[in-house]
């Protein structure tokens, strides 16, 4: 049984247009004006007056990470359910082994608890120490597994950080294998010498954490980083950019011709740092690394969409409930779990807040959204496009539609939602997936297990080696 979107106003990276789409078997078989129904059975969605859209495609999110001696909220049932309410098809979530552990036996947890997704899924892998035998086992990722995307830490030291000398490691492996390195960049030393300052001073309460990460910690890291991929000439994806000092060294290296690109999430366009300032331990909702950022920074970002520095919007969802999560770190910051919900509240927020409030146009908004990210982790264009043959992943859109966001009504499984209270204009009437509608007007239909691991190909990026 196939479905016809009829007089949608569909709307890509690139294009503008009224017209139809029929899906059938999964994939979008054709698109155009005047489409007929090829058969009885077929249903009929009467799209007039809304948008039709890529499905979302995020390619940063941690669905049951364990991390900070607490695990994150939402499994891989749960938060991709949580997407598909929101709009967002496709995920990219993260492999992150135990210091020594081998990256296939990582990988093959990884595999085991992503089985409960209810959309399509791939991953990176997280290189977390350097030994012999990564090299070998990078490869098998890359070439045999599917995953040509690798994460780094620069902070967390003594935990799941690398060191600069394992980060060139990575670099020259991935440059040989033709895959990309992406970073989550801040001085981990720094970090930690500001957390034990502060915390020797009494500084305890969760604004500190914000205190012990300013923002000169992520640009030195990140300008640290591209110095290291141009050496090496390794492309790079810096991942959840939150400040101008990181925005300008990802500027300069892109003026010494390097492939440096960057992502940057809803909570550093929309907050800013006084969500520290709430009382009663609500500030920990907060916590994350890198943090939330003063006033000012966020304008330096939208800028940065629009003028193409940064590709991709992700969420970095990683829920921890404040009650029995956050709390670990009641009487010291540097014990909260760090992270918060995001995956069902991109699509309203970036058109809320870009698009009907002026800051991006429609199809830079699609663009960062789902066709970008598509594109930079090789699943375009069987994701992130409206093209025959794409898998049928698409969002009817409801401009018209208000809504406030809240954690009473999300499908995240947490507790607090760090947009409460944010309005929000349109929402998806009906989300597709893999050729069927398994949300619509807000009432989900997914089917535990339904989705698919996606095995990943890059084009091989060119060499951005220094020259000299
Ligand atoms: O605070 C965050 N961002 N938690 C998730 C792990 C990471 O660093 O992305
Ligand atoms: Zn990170
Ligand atoms: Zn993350």
Same mark, same amino acid.
């Given at each position: 049984?196939?479905?016809?979107?009829?007089?949608?106003?569909?709307?890509?990276?690139?294009?503008?247009?009224?017209?139809?789409?029929?899906?059938?078997?999964?994939?979008?078989?054709?698109?155009?004006?005047?489409?007929?129904?090829?058969?009885?059975?077929?249903?009929?969605?009467?799209?007039?007056?809304?948008?039709?859209?890529?499905?979302?495609?995020?390619?940063?999110?941690?669905?049951?990470?364990?991390?900070?001696?607490?695990?994150?909220?939402?499994?891989?049932? @749960? =938060?991709? %359910? *949580?997407?598909? &309410? !929101?709009? $967002?098809?496709?995920? /990219?979530?993260? +492999?992150?082994?135990?210091?020594?552990?081998?990256?296939?036996?990582?990988?093959?947890?990884?595999?085991?608890?992503?089985?409960?997704?209810?959309?399509?899924?791939?991953?990176?892998?997280?290189?977390?120490?350097?030994?012999?035998?990564?090299?070998?086992?990078?490869?098998?990722?890359?070439?045999?597994?599917?995953?040509?995307?690798?994460?780094?830490?620069?902070?967390?030291?003594?935990?799941?950080?690398?060191?600069?000398?394992?980060?060139?490691?990575?670099?020259?492996?991935?440059?040989?294998?033709?895959?990309?390195?992406?970073?989550?960049?801040?001085?981990?030393?720094?970090?930690?010498?500001?957390?034990?300052?502060?915390?020797?001073?009494?500084?305890?309460?969760?604004?500190?954490?914000?205190?012990?990460?300013?923002?000169?910690?992520?640009?030195?890291? @990140? =300008?640290? %980083? *591209?110095?290291? &991929? !141009?050496? $090496?000439?390794?492309? /790079?994806?810096? +991942?959840?950019?939150?400040?101008?000092?990181?925005?300008?060294?990802?500027?300069?290296?892109?003026?010494?011709?390097?492939?440096?690109?960057?992502?940057?999430?809803?909570?550093?366009?929309?907050?800013?740092?006084?969500?520290?300032?709430?009382?009663?331990?609500?500030?920990?909702?907060?916590?994350?690394?890198?943090?939330?950022?003063?006033?000012?920074?966020?304008?330096?970002?939208?800028?940065?969409?629009?003028?193409?520095?940064?590709?991709?919007?992700?969420?970095?969802?990683?829920?921890?409930?404040?009650?029995?999560?956050?709390?670990?770190?009641?009487?010291?910051?540097?014990?909260?779990?760090?992270?918060?919900?995001?995956?069902?509240?991109?699509?309203?927020?970036?058109?809320?807040?870009?698009?009907?409030?002026?800051?991006?146009?429609?199809?830079?908004?699609?663009?960062?959204? *789902?066709?970008?990210?598509?594109?930079?982790?090789?699943?375009?264009?069987?994701?992130?496009?409206?093209?025959?043959?794409?898998?049928?992943?698409?969002?009817?859109?409801?401009?018209?539609?208000?809504?406030?966001?809240?954690?009473?009504?999300?499908?995240?499984?947490?507790?607090?939602?760090?947009?409460?209270?944010?309005?929000?204009?349109?929402?998806?009437?009906?989300?597709?997936?893999?050729?069927?509608?398994?949300?619509?007007?807000?009432?989900?239909?997914?089917?535990?297990?339904?989705?698919?691991?996606?095995?990943?190909?890059?084009?091989?990026?060119?060499?951005?080696?220094?020259?000299?």
């Amino acid at each position: 049984m196939g479905i016809l979107i009829k007089n949608g106003e569909i709307i890509t990276a690139s294009d503008r247009y009224v017209g139809d789409i029929y899906c059938a078997n999964g994939k979008i078989q054709a698109t155009g004006p005047g489409l007929d129904k090829p058969s009885a059975q077929d249903t009929v969605i009467d799209a007039s007056g809304q948008l039709v859209l890529p499905g979302g495609v995020d390619a940063h999110v941690h669905m049951e990470l364990p991390f900070m001696g607490s695990e994150s909220a939402d499994d891989f049932e @749960t =938060g991709t %359910a *949580a997407g598909i &309410a !929101g709009g $967002t098809t496709s995920i /990219i979530d993260f +492999v992150i082994p135990a210091r020594n552990q081998s990256l296939l036996e990582g990988l093959a947890i990884g595999n085991e608890k992503a089985k409960k997704a209810v959309c399509d899924y791939g991953f990176h892998m997280a290189i977390t120490w350097f030994g012999d035998r990564i090299p070998e086992e990078m490869r098998a990722c890359v070439e045999e597994e599917g995953i040509p995307s690798f994460k780094t830490f620069m902070a967390y030291k003594g935990a799941i950080g690398i060191d600069d000398g394992e980060l060139i490691s990575v670099m020259q492996t991935a440059r040989g294998l033709g895959a990309l390195v992406t970073i989550h960049c801040e001085h981990g030393e720094a970090v930690v010498a500001l957390q034990k300052l502060l915390v020797a001073q009494g500084k305890t309460a969760p604004k500190y954490h914000a205190q012990s990460r300013p923002s000169p910690v992520e640009g030195e890291a @990140t =300008g640290r %980083a *591209a110095m290291l &991929a !141009g050496l $090496t000439g390794a492309p /790079i994806y810096i +991942v959840h950019l939150t400040c101008r000092e990181a925005l300008d060294a990802v500027a300069e290296a892109r003026r010494r011709g390097q492939m440096v690109m960057a992502e940057t999430c809803p909570q550093y366009l929309l907050l800013d740092d006084t969500v520290y300032d709430k009382p009663d331990f609500e500030g920990a909702a907060y916590v994350m690394s890198p943090p939330i950022r003063p006033k000012g920074h966020q304008d330096a970002l939208w800028a940065g969409i629009a003028s193409g520095l940064i590709q991709t919007v992700g969420t970095d969802h990683c829920p921890f409930n404040q009650d029995g999560q956050k709390t670990i770190g009641k009487d010291n910051f540097t014990k909260i779990p760090n992270g918060a919900a995001g995956i069902e509240n991109r699509l309203g927020l970036l058109y809320t807040y870009g698009v009907v409030e002026n800051r991006i146009d429609i199809h830079r908004f699609v663009d960062i959204f *789902a066709t970008q990210p598509a594109k930079i982790f090789g699943l375009y264009p069987r994701k992130g496009s409206i093209l025959p043959g794409a898998d049928a992943d698409l969002v009817v859109f409801d401009p018209h539609a208000s809504s406030t966001i809240s954690a009473k009504t999300h499908h995240h499984r947490c507790d607090r939602n760090i947009f409460e209270g944010f309005a929000i204009k349109g929402r998806p009437s009906h989300v597709i997936v893999n050729g069927r509608v398994q949300c619509k007007d807000g009432t989900l239909d997914v089917e535990r297990g339904a989705g698919r691991f996606l095995p990943r190909r890059l084009s091989t990026p060119s060499p951005t080696a220094v020259k000299g």
